[in-house]
């Protein structure tokens, strides 16, 4: 079953922040996140992993409750190079090494 | 940096006919996925393997099959393309063990017409 992101589109203003939900009915034993530009291949962002870790790339940064099977993405101050559509891929078990993931966020940032 | 190539970038085929799809990775991981991306459907996992000739079937494997004979190559097949088989199809490749993103192809968009 697919994690379910929220929400399925936003549309901001350079310099705004940005919050990107992913949460699933079943226990998680890690969450990725991946961004991926129009035409262009998914490219990896940051890993979580089970313990409610909260990690950091640049401006963005991430986090991930575990007892909620919750992970949220943060965008700080965007830039325009921050559009695209992000994608959640969850790990259901340690060892699992495949990911299940969301249905995607479209994310378009203005001048 | 690791590159995973996809042979082909476009393709169209005919209804009926048996389609490979190419996927080449310079790495050596031992993983490596193959995913269909819809709109409004995400990415979703058709086939992956962890070793050479070994093989797993993901969430929708119907219609597909798939070979690893070598490490660096994983195979994808449509043994009869049908027009629902059109989409963006994806390959990744990872390492084995945690904490280790997937790096994915550009994509071939397949149109099976």
């Known amino acids: 079953q697919q994690p379910v992101q929220s929400p399925q589109a936003v549309i901001l203003r350079e310099g705004e922040d940005a919050v990107i939900n992913c949460s699933s009915s079943?226990?998680?034993?890690?969450v990725h996140w991946y961004r991926q530009k129009h035409g262009e291949a998914p490219v990896f962002l940051m890993i979580?992993?089970?313990?409610?870790e909260q990690k950091g790339h640049e401006k963005i940064s991430a986090s991930f409750n575990e007892k909620k099977q919750q992970s949220s993405l943060y965008l700080t101050a965007s830039q325009l190079s921050y559009s695209g559509t992000y994608f959640c891929?969850?790990?259901?078990?340690?060892?699992?090494?495949?990911?299940?993931f969301g249905q995607g966020t479209r994310l378009t940032i203005n001048p | 940096d690791v590159k995973v190539t996809q042979s082909s970038r476009y393709l169209v085929k005919r209804t009926g006919e048996k389609v490979f799809l190419e996927c080449v990775q310079d790495m050596d991981h031992e993983n490596m996925f193959w995913y269909r991306q819809d709109p409004g459907l995400g990415l979703r996992l058709i086939y992956f393997s962890y070793d050479v000739k070994m093989k797993e079937k993901g969430d929708i494997p119907e219609g597909y099959s798939v070979s690893r004979e070598k490490k660096e190559r994983f195979s994808l097949i449509l043994e009869s393309a049908s027009t629902n088989q059109t989409s963006m199809y994806l390959c990744a490749s990872s390492p084995p063990g945690m904490g280790y993103g997937y790096t994915f192809g550009s994509g071939t968009r397949l149109t099976v017409v």
């Open positions: 979580l992993l089970k313990g409610g």
């Open positions: 891929g969850t790990e259901r078990a340690q060892g699992a090494q495949k990911l299940v």
């Open positions: 079943k226990a998680l034993y890690s």
